[in-house]
């Protein structure tokens, strides 16, 4: 079984600062993906960032980087120069290789201040 | 490229009524997810189903709910006798086909902007 933990019901950040999103995971699984979702009061779901268990690199997507520490079983989600649109719910999520689902954590309600 | 579209985005229905989600996916897309999301909480998976043929229903509540993705026409989720406890956004989201395992691709899943309905 996966579980996905993130400890900050919500955060705020100053615009243009930088922000961390805290995430935890736990699995016995050995190959994974770690997924990180935006999802504004619209409601929709926008994929921001993806890093795979073997990914020797931090990925990076424009403002948008992963901080992943596997043997603390973190992936961080890092948002600099924030701006007021970032103001959102942010979900961490995982799947592992050969399953077909994602398993979401509770999310992060994430507010820009101006 | 159209994006995964599902239908309606709003649905209104009294305790014991049946409920109808549509789900279209990404153009060239052969897989489709459920997610149930309830109010303060992420979302959680519900049933994978390629065409003509569920694979994983593990998520799916044993009873009163059904989910379909026929050879022509869209994804449907139904739920039938529906409670309030039904009450909640359903999202749907799709991935391509990976062409080396035939599997989905493991990378993409792409979500739809949900249905939320609500039990009156």
């Known amino acids: 079984a996966q579980k996905i933990t993130q400890t900050q019901p919500g955060m705020f950040v100053q615009e243009k600062e930088a922000v961390t999103l805290d995430c935890t995971y736990d699995?016995?699984?050995?190959?994974?993906?770690l997924f990180w979702y935006k999802q504004p009061s619209s409601g929709e779901m926008i994929f921001l960032i993806y890093?795979?268990?073997?990914?020797?690199q931090n990925a990076t997507e424009g403002r948008y980087s992963l901080n992943f520490q596997k043997a603390r079983k973190s992936a961080n989600l890092v948002i600099s120069a924030s701006q007021l649109g970032d103001s959102a719910m942010y979900f961490c999520?995982?799947?592992?290789?050969?399953?077909?689902?994602?398993?979401f954590g509770k999310g992060t309600k994430l507010s820009v201040i101006p | 490229n159209a994006g995964v579209m599902q239908n309606p985005r709003h649905l209104v229905r009294r305790r014991g009524q049946e409920a109808r989600l549509r789900c279209s996916p990404m153009?060239?897309?052969?897989?489709v997810y459920w997610y149930r999301q309830l109010p303060e909480e992420g979302l959680k998976f519900m049933v994978y189903l390629q065409k003509e043929n569920i694979i994983d229903e593990s998520g799916m509540p044993k009873e009163r709910f059904s989910a379909e993705f026929p050879k022509e026409g869209p994804s449907i989720l139904r739920i039938q006798q529906v409670v309030r406890g039904d009450s909640a956004a359903y999202f749907c989201?799709?991935?391509?086909?990976?062409?080396?395992?035939?599997?989905?691709?493991?990378?993409?899943?792409?979500f739809g902007p949900g249905t939320r309905l609500t039990v009156t």
């Open positions: 153009k060239g897309h052969s897989h």
């Open positions: 999520a995982m799947r592992a290789v050969g399953s077909y689902q994602l398993t």
């Open positions: 699995t016995s699984d050995q190959s994974y993906g």
């Open positions: 989201a799709s991935s391509p086909l990976n062409p080396t395992s035939g599997g989905p691709n493991f990378y993409e899943q792409y």
């Open positions: 890093q795979g268990s073997y990914d020797e």
